[in-house]
């Protein structure tokens, strides 16, 4: 039973469209995150939500947006797809403050 | 400033060699401190934290590192690089204060057969 999922594995688009990423942890967590990616490997950190509230919010372009249903769930939405987009998008989960954090297996976002 | 540094860029080993990978922060707090590893193509994997106690912490796959206070460094540890070893490594600080982590640059792990 994998513990952080996300939808879709691969994603490829062209410039201008909108597309989404789904993740769901099943952890019992109540703190989710997005991270990017990009190919050097760096890990940027983007949104965080507690309990469905929105607690990190790095400077990120408008075009993204979070929304977590539940706080089981965190999604991101893009909007007017970037060349600049494409990377690895992970999803995490962790028990709050401190605590460690466990990772999706990626989306990696190409746009063409 | 708070943040992160892993020196090495890349490191090659020859299997059966010993690894340490090191891991550099800066943290105004008490630190809690991760290492994880990222496979190609997967999402990254937690292999130890260290939180407090015994400086020393073992954790996954043979993996071990070193709390070492006066210098700041978190620096982990192998006895024996096996082939799947090979991957990216990377180190994270964190504290009871924040649900941030902070991650470093990353290392990338060879292995010579």
């Known amino acids: 039973d994998t513990a952080v999922s996300q939808t879709p594995k691969y994603l490829v688009t062209q410039m201008g469209n909108d597309k989404s990423i789904k993740c769901e942890q099943n952890l019992g967590h109540d703190t989710m995150y997005w991270y990017k990616q990009d190919s050097k490997k760096f890990l940027k950190i983007m949104f965080s939500?507690?309990?469905?509230?929105?607690?990190i919010n790095e400077t990120v372009p408008n075009r993204f947006s979070p929304k977590s249903p539940d706080k089981a769930h965190l999604n991101l939405h893009i909007n007017s797809l970037e060349l600049g987009d494409s990377a690895v998008y992970f999803c995490a989960s962790s028990g709050g403050k401190g605590y460690e954090q466990y990772f999706g297996p990626g989306t990696r976002l190409t746009v063409t | 400033a708070q943040s992160v540094t892993q020196p090495d860029i890349h490191i090659t080993v020859s299997e059966g060699a010993s690894l340490e990978l090191r891991c550099n922060y800066s943290?105004?707090?008490?630190?809690?401190l991760f290492w994880y590893v990222q496979s190609p193509g997967q999402g990254l994997q937690l292999l130890l934290k260290y939180f407090s106690g015994d400086t020393l912490v073992q954790g996954i796959k043979g993996f071990e590192a070193e709390f070492k206070r006066s210098q700041s460094s978190f620096n982990l540890r192998k006895p024996s690089v096996h082939w799947s070893d090979a991957a990216e490594y990377f180190c994270?600080?964190?504290?009871?204060?924040?649900?941030?982590?902070?991650f470093g640059s990353g290392t990338r792990l060879l292995v010579r057969p």
């Open positions: 943290y105004g707090a008490t630190p809690y």
């Open positions: 939500y507690n309990n469905k509230e929105l607690i």
């Open positions: 994270a600080v964190g504290g009871d204060s924040s649900y941030k982590l902070i």
